[in-house]
């Protein structure tokens, strides 16, 4: 199976920054997409960013040109920087691994338990 821990969250005033890191680990064959999620209270999950193994990235409107997603393939982790935060951006941040555990698995997805960002105003 695969693991994924999160880290990096925090609270932080409106305007400053935060980056949050992903690592998976455990029975690794591959791994294709990986994304961060964030869910905060009374709203449902919604996607931040996305990055393919390709290194083709893809943003939620809302955080567009503040936030940047990025990947180091060697050490199965993704990260992501957050800029000028808003307190809208409050919200538990959840890494997500499109992966393959052996050559015969199927792709799973696979999610971390989330961390917390608040940002006060």
């Known amino acids: 199976q695969v693991q994924v821990v999160e880290s990096g969250g925090g609270l932080v005033q409106a305007g400053g920054s935060l980056r949050l890191s992903c690592a998976a680990s455990g029975n690794i064959f591959t791994i294709n997409n990986m994304a961060w999620y964030r869910q905060a209270p009374g709203k449902q999950r919604e996607l931040v960013a996305s990055i393919t193994n390709g290194e083709a990235t893809d943003y939620a409107d809302s955080v567009k040109g503040r936030f ?11 990260y992501l920087q957050m800029n000028s935060l808003k ?9 997500n691994a ?24």
Do not use: L
């Open 68 to 78: 940047t997603i990025s990947r180091e393939h060697a050490k199965n982790t993704v």
């Open 98 to 121: 499109d992966a393959k555990s052996s050559i015969t698995d199927w792709r799973r997805n696979y999610w971390g338990q989330g961390t917390q960002v608040t940002v006060s105003s």
């Open 87 to 95: 307190p809208e951006d409050t919200a538990v941040y959840y890494c």
